[in-house]
């Protein structure tokens, strides 16, 4: 199965997104190192290019662009990143990304669309599980009726929508729904790709923190269906 992306959810007039744009497509380039962008091009598998910038000077460089700018609405929030997404450099991908994780409370679950058309641009795991953990998770962890579409991502041939439904309660603790849990990780345990086999093993071990007795008997439970990278992740602080 796979999930419906919007065709291209409208990227909605927003004085402050002009404004932000505008700083940023100034600021940023200006920082860059041809040399470094290189470096982080092949570290990255060449997902995007990148203007070599790294993640320090990158943040205090976003801090600039920031100054003084008004707190955003959903719509503002939704121009931002889907402009900054529309960009091919990947550092202003990653500046989308931290200002949906500064202000996923100021959206609502109508924001869902364009956080699934952000997961699948593009898509690699140095933005997909921020948006898992930071931005979808903050938006059902708001609307839990939003689970129900979690159960349709899990079922998803597109591994990061898949990935993302895994990883989407990583921060829940003792909130985390664990039947949802678990029955994702058993759904996705005969996948034989790297990324979920690793997102099942590390949705559990962040869950470990919270609740060690329920995925050690999940793991020896379910051994003989868990990849053995899997159950590695999971049990690799218990």
């Not at 320090?56 to 402009?83: I, M, Q, Y």
């Not at 895994?166 to 996948?191: M, N, P, S």
Request: aromatic share 10%; hydrophobic share 45%; proline share 6%.
């Amino acid at each position: 199965m796979t999930t419906a992306v919007p065709a291209g959810p409208a990227v909605p007039d927003s004085a402050l997104a002009d404004s932000v744009l505008a700083r940023l497509t100034e600021v940023y380039p200006a920082a860059g190192d041809p040399f470094r962008a290189q470096e982080m091009v092949a570290y990255m598998k060449g997902v995007a290019p990148f203007l070599g910038i790294r993640t320090p000077e990158r943040r205090a460089l976003s801090r600039t662009v920031l100054d003084g700018t008004p707190r955003p609405d959903e719509a503002d929030c939704a121009a931002v990143a889907l402009r900054c997404f529309a960009l091919p450099e990947r550092e202003y991908h990653y500046f989308a990304v931290d200002y949906l994780r500064r202000h996923v409370k100021r959206c609502s679950s109508g924001f869902l669309p364009v956080a699934l058309r952000l997961v699948t641009t593009e898509s690699w795991w140095d933005t997909v599980d921020h948006l898992a953990a930071h931005v979808v998770g903050g938006l059902v962890a708001a609307d839990p009726a939003l689970a129900a579409r979690m159960d349709e991502w899990i079922e998803d041939d597109d591994l990061w929508v898949a990935r993302t439904a895994l990883l989407h309660q990583l921060t829940f603790k003792g909130g985390t729904d664990t039947e949802r849990l678990f029955a994702y990780c058993l759904r996705r345990a005969g996948d034989t790709d790297f990324f979920l086999r690793k997102a099942i093993g590390w949705s559990l071990r962040e869950y470990a923190k919270t609740g060690p007795d329920e995925v050690r008997a999940f793991v020896e439970e379910n051994r003989d269906r868990l990849a053995p990278l899997s159950v590695r992740e999971a049990l690799k602080h218990l």
